[in-house]
């Protein structure tokens, strides 16, 4: 038995050891590669120590029966899990800034280097003009020499067209919809070609991500490395995704893929396996034609794209700066779709004959970082499982640890906790438990059905559009979802309650009282997000400060002025500080005046105090000038670092405020 072979005094200096690491490592720098080497190898000691007690202490004899059948699988699943957990952490031991690269090209561009020409490529379905504005011109408002717009419409819109027409970008579509997005994209291709054979480079945008002013001055100075095929951005968003949203953390808890895209994606960087991650990128033409274009066949051509050019000697670079903005999933349909495809894509790009698994051409390990993509999503039904070990103990006496259950306290809780504080660490606070969980438990039934279904059935499924720029104005509460989280809280709390009445003091049944605990906080959190709040405002807020001058017009016919200082904006309102307000009647009109933008029409929507809330009411124009304004240097208007003691005051106050 590895428990009594390992005595408890080595163990208590295993942990004593591994967390005197993870103290002097949480005062360390998390950029210094000796810190990062250090606090991870202290995390997956424990979690190799956990795992091997786990194998060799609490499986039951392999029996053509439901309670070792369970036990089995269950350890199966936490297998596929742990070894994720410790190739994530092999992997952040290294990460990558290419800034001072990036500096260096936007330095020789801006001093008159040539500039090479971009085609940007804005690919839409059934997005609406409020959503594909913003994007359009704020794309056509970039500061480059040399660029050209194509609005690739899959809807085939007369008015989007006609738009395009107004604005000056170019307007492409087709007779149909072959391929989805990698059509779209192919039908650009294609397109662009014909003027001078196309430009040199490609930029893609998705239809909802309007681009910084400075995007391609910080990203094409990066293609003077031959080898460079892609150069990705992060994706960064205005608005605040369902789990953010729901648990009222949007100013406090990041969303869900901070942590990937700002500290995986720079560590597979420094690997060399980046991945495009489809926006906010731009592609060499010539590596396109390499590979015949962007990859089809399956629901997910980005991650696609970087693997077929591998092969190929070219690499994917992640540019680790937010050089765009765009919408997050708004509702939990949307959201739980999303990740199914990214799911089901990582899949089908795996079984292709070409694929990083099949094909030929990829080094050892460019295989293994997509392997340790693909136990990401193959590792989802774990989660599932979590949460049905403690109904299984209760209601069915079907235990999922067997041996001693209360050794999980010497083995299984160090490991756990050293790794949370790791996690929390090497993501400056991106990653979090009960947050975190709570973002994979949403998701873990659909992506787990997705992955079965796959099993038979990997190819030949319609691509998604997620939908954007709905009205989410009133509450929505998903029963479905709800009656789940909900019976499976009231499940557990009865069986919670049984226990306690029964007095049970074994060590199965204690050790189930603390996994009933935590797993009702889950649930609990689970629940609150799938009654999902209104959301009132159209269009997101951003802070800004700026002198501003409000012209109203009285019941006389006079104008008269007041100064102020605007708190923040949007594209259809200002919130103005003014020590004048009270001069201020709620239903006056007139227009406001800020430096960058002009005069612009109003309605004085409310006043509180010192606030004045202006309703805009712009000509096209003056639209165009505030999606400039705001969209091309965009202010950070949701938490891009989470705020765990705010984050989980929240959380409480949801629970039981409402």
């Known amino acids: 038995m590895f428990a009594e072979f390992l005595d408890g005094r080595m ?5 004593a050891g591994a967390f005197l690491v993870a103290l002097l490592c949480l005062r360390g720098d998390r950029r210094r590669p000796i810190d ?17 007690w786990r194998f060799n202490d609490t499986l039951p004899e392999w029996r053509m029966e439901f309670p070792s059948i369970w036990s089995h699988a269950f350890f199966g699943f936490e297998s596929l899990t ?15 800034d290419h800034s001072a690269a990036a500096n260096a090209g936007e330095a020789a561009l801006r001093q008159g280097r040539e500039a090479p020409a971009v085609d940007i490529f804005i690919a839409t379905y059934n997005e609406g003009l409020d959503v594909l504005e913003k994007t359009i011109v704020a794309a056509l408002a970039i500061d480059y020499p040399n660029f050209r717009v194509w609005v690739l419409d899959d ?9 395009c027409g107004e604005v000056g970008a170019n307007y492409v579509t087709r007779p149909d919809n072959a391929h989805a997005k990698a059509g779209n994209l192919n039908n650009g291709l294609r397109h662009s070609a014909e003027i001078d054979g196309g430009a040199p480079f490609i930029m893609v ?5 309007a681009p910084n002013r400075n995007i391609l001055l910080r990203i094409v100075g990066l293609f003077d490395d031959p080898k460079v095929g892609v150069v990705q951005t992060p994706q960064f968003y205005y608005n605040a995704d369902p789990i953010q949203y729901n648990l009222r953390s949007t100013e406090c808890w990041v969303d869900e893929q901070r942590a990937f895209f700002d500290v995986m994606q720079p560590a597979k960087d420094a690997w060399g396996t980046a991945f495009c991650i489809g926006t906010s990128f731009v592609v060499r033409r010539d590596a396109l034609g390499c590979i015949g274009g962007f990859p089809i066949g399956t629901v997910t051509e980005d991650i696609h794209l970087t693997y077929k050019l591998m092969p190929h000697g070219y690499v994917t670079r992640w540019l680790n700066e937010r050089l765009s903005v765009g919408l997050s999933a708004e509702g939990l349909p949307e959201y739980i779709s999303q990740r199914s495809r990214w799911g089901l894509g990582t899949i089908q790009v795996a079984l292709t004959a070409d694929g990083p698994l099949r094909g030929r051409g990829y080094t050892l390990r460019q295989r293994l970082h997509y392997v340790h993509g693909l136990l990401h999503w193959l590792s989802r039904p774990f989660t599932l499982m979590l949460l049905a070990g403690p109904l299984l103990y209760w209601y069915l006496n079907v235990p999922t640890l067997y ?3 209360m050794e999980f306290l010497a083995f299984g809780v160090p490991a756990l906790l050293l790794y949370w504080a790791y996690s929390i660490w090497i993501t400056d606070s991106r990653a979090m438990p009960i947050f975190t969980e709570v973002t994979q438990i949403v998701a873990s039934m659909a992506v787990s059905a997705t992955l079965v279904s796959a099993v038979f059935k990997p190819f030949g499924r319609p691509f998604k559009v997620t939908n954007k720029g709905l009205d989410r104005s009133k509450l929505v509460i998903h029963g479905k979802f709800a009656a789940f989280y909900g019976a499976l809280f009231a499940l557990c709390a009865l069986g919670l309650a049984r226990a306690v009445a029964a007095d049970g003091t074994a060590g199965g049944t204690v050790f189930n009282i603390g996994w009933t605990v935590i797993s009702m906080i889950l649930y609990l959190a689970s629940l609150l997000v799938c009654f999902e709040l209104p959301r009132p405002r159209k269009e997101e807020r951003f802070p800004h400060r700026e002198r501003a001058r409000l012209c109203i017009y009285g019941a006389d016919g006079m104008a008269r002025e007041i100064d102020g200082v605007t708190r923040d904006m ?3 309102g200002i919130a103005m500080i003014s020590n004048d307000a009270v001069m201020v009647e709620p239903g006056g009109t007139g227009a406001v005046w800020l430096a960058d933008l002009g005069w612009v029409t109003c309605r004085i929507a409310r006043t509180n105090g010192h606030l004045i809330g202006i309703e805009l009411h712009p000509d096209m124009a003056a639209r165009h000038r505030l999606i400039r304004l705001l969209f091309s240097e965009p202010a950070h208007n949701i938490a891009d670092r989470g705020r765990p003691a705010v984050a989980i005051a929240q959380l409480l106050r949801r629970a039981f405020t409402g």
């Open 205 to 209: 945008l998705d239809a909802d991500f």
């Open 570 to 572: 949007s594209c259809n």
């Open 36 to 52: 990062r080497w250090l606090f991870g190898a202290a995390a997956a000691v424990m979690l190799m120590v956990y795992y091997v």
């Open 11 to 15: 163990l208590m200096q295993i942990n």
């Open 82 to 96: 742990i070894a994720y957990t410790l190739i994530s952490i092999v992997t952040l031991t290294r990460t990558s």
């Open 403 to 405: 041996g001693d259950p």
């Open 155 to 163: 809807t085939r819109r007369d008015w989007l067209r006609d738009f």
